[in-house]
């Protein structure tokens, strides 16, 4: 037998290692590296772009890398020009001051740019390649419906907010602007279009935006300006579709949480709408100006108990008004109140002031004794802040990734560097199922890794023997 047709051992192992290596290495694109330098321009001049923003020392960072690299491979074979689709990242330790612009917390966070402006929502989808490029399929649709009869307009769901175009030509200037807010603002209204003979009834002062509020008795509006002012029809469609007050449930809780503003919530029972409908009244009438300081919400009390026994209320006591501000909660004395002029814009106030933090620590105020009165039980002794747990925490680089490992070891846990975002007890969620990072092809590298290692291993002990 010729000895020189077999491989020695270590041969033998460097060779398996090489053809692995060479079957399961994908072909890598470069990955858009983001600074101060470039980063206005190339997003600018992004149809769609999708940053990474990463820290090299977090392992789930270092972990998301070759899943964000092979979906980008993927989809620039789809979208092979240069700017239809960009996928870049950000060194959130080289470049902090980027990171303090996007209001970057955890890492990895995933954000999606068009043309520049940043959308509002982060990624919050699984880790795989085949979840990550099927978003960016999504987000390349043409979000707005067409319609072809007027007679569709009857059959629309009034439960939504929806904007409607009227245009003589789909090719044209107008409804290019139209299409491009539509891109952002999608996930907040139902669009729609209509064109030439179509339209032709709607378009008696020429093209034109018609929103339709939820509901049939009110009525429509329709947009007064510029067709080919972006900024004007941005405004407009969403001061619309954006309402005042929100509803915070648990799916939206950390995307409202990453916002950074204190929560004025109404916490009400679902079937209540009349006292839903006297807040919405009174902030838009007190409180309008506040719009950039405070996050104007509403909650279902069966859903939030949890927050509601921070309060030391139930269900039973609601409707109930309340503030986070993220270090405590405090209570609006009586929902009735609300309708004593100024009394809802005095309590917000009370907060920037920091009257109502400084009546938790030291008592009512003992030159305002008839104002301390009526806000004793709001400052007297509220409790900390429920909500807070939906904003980053400092203890989550290890701990999480112990936990969740042995139930998921191939899941990325939802808890990411440096912070933790957790919901309430009430409402768990299955969040390891969506976060998993390593797909079929690695881990087919995975397991034949660990057939060499057993092989390896099995022959030395023959050897030995």
Same mark, same amino acid.
């Not at 891109?183 to 032709?200: P, Q, T």
């Not at 006292?275 to 009390?301: T, W």
């Not at 405590?328 to 309708?339: A, N, Q, R, S």
């Not at 904003?391 to 139930?407: G, I, L, N, T």
């Given at each position: 037998?010729?000895? #020189? =047709?077999?491989?020695?051992? $270590? ?25 101060? *330098? ?16 990463? #820290? ?42 980027? #990171?303090?612009?996007?209001? %970057? !917390? ?77 891109? %952002? ?28 509020? $939820? ?7 329709? +947009? ?12 407009? %469609? ?6 005042? =007050?929100?509803? %915070? ?21 679902? *079937?209540?709408? *009349? ?23 509403? #909650?279902? /009390? ?12 139930? $269900?039973?006591? /609601? ?64 409790? *900390?802040? !429920? ?15 112990? !936990?969740?490992?042995?139930? +998921?070891?191939?899941?990325? $846990?939802?808890?990411? /560097? ?30 034949? /890794? ?16």
């Amino acid at each position: 037998m010729n000895p #020189a =047709v077999f491989l020695s051992l $270590p041969d033998l192992r460097c060779s398996l290692l090489l053809l692995v290596t060479w079957v399961f290495t994908p072909v890598t694109t470069e990955i858009t590296s983001l600074d101060t *330098e470039n980063i206005d321009d190339i997003l600018r001049n992004a149809d769609v772009a999708l940053v990474n923003f990463y #820290a090299d020392w977090c392992r789930f960072s270092q972990m998301l890398h070759p899943i964000f690299e092979e979906a980008s491979n993927v989809i620039k074979e789809e979208y092979p020009s240069e700017n239809q689709v960009v996928f870049a990242r950000v060194d959130c330790d080289q470049h902090s001051e980027i #990171a303090q612009r996007y209001r %970057i !917390s955890k890492y990895p966070t995933l954000k999606l740019f068009r043309n520049g402006m940043m959308m509002k929502r982060e990624y919050r989808g699984q880790r795989s390649v085949k979840a990550l490029a099927d978003y960016i399929r999504q987000q390349k649709s043409d979000p707005i419906q067409e319609l072809h009869d007027l007679v569709e307009i009857t059959t629309l769901d009034r439960s939504k907010r929806n904007i409607i175009g009227y245009f003589e030509q789909k090719d044209s200037e107008h409804y290019r602007v139209f299409q491009r807010v539509a891109n %952002i603002l999608h996930d907040d209204c139902a669009f729609f279009s209509a064109f030439g003979a179509v339209s032709k009834p709607e378009r008696y002062s020429g093209d034109n935006i018609i929103y339709k509020p $939820p509901g049939h008795s009110a009525p429509d509006m329709v +947009y007064l300006g510029s067709m080919t002012n972006f900024d004007g029809i941005y405004n407009w %469609i969403q001061d619309k579709c954006v309402p005042l =007050v929100r509803e %915070i449930t648990f799916e939206n809780g950390e995307e409202l949480t990453e916002e950074g503003l204190p929560f004025l919530i109404l916490f009400h029972m679902k *079937e209540d709408t *009349e006292s839903l409908e006297i807040f919405q009244n009174e902030v838009a009438r007190q409180l309008i100006s506040e719009k950039g300081a405070i996050n104007f919400l509403h #909650a279902d /009390c069966d859903k939030f108990r949890h927050p509601l026994l921070h309060i030391q209320k139930t $269900p039973a006591d /609601c409707p109930v008004i309340a503030i986070d501000s993220f270090r405590h909660m405090y209570v609006f004395e009586d929902f009735k109140d609300i309708l004593i002029p100024g009394r809802l814009k005095q309590f917000v106030f009370d907060l920037h002031s920091g009257k109502l933090h400084r009546e938790f620590h030291h008592g009512p105020d003992p030159t305002d004794t008839a104002q301390g009165q009526e806000v004793q039980d709001v400052g007297s002794s509220p409790p *900390e802040s !429920s909500f807070q747990k939906l904003a980053p925490s400092e203890y989550r680089v290890s701990r999480p990734m112990q !936990s969740w490992k042995y139930m +998921y070891p191939f899941s990325l $846990p939802p808890c990411e /560097c440096p912070g933790s975002r957790t919901l309430y007890s009430q409402q768990p969620r299955a969040l390891p199922l969506q976060r998993l990072v390593i797909d079929d092809t690695s881990l087919q590298f995975l397991l034949l /890794c660990q057939l060499l290692t057993a092989l390896t291993s099995r022959q030395t002990a023959q050897r030995r023997v």
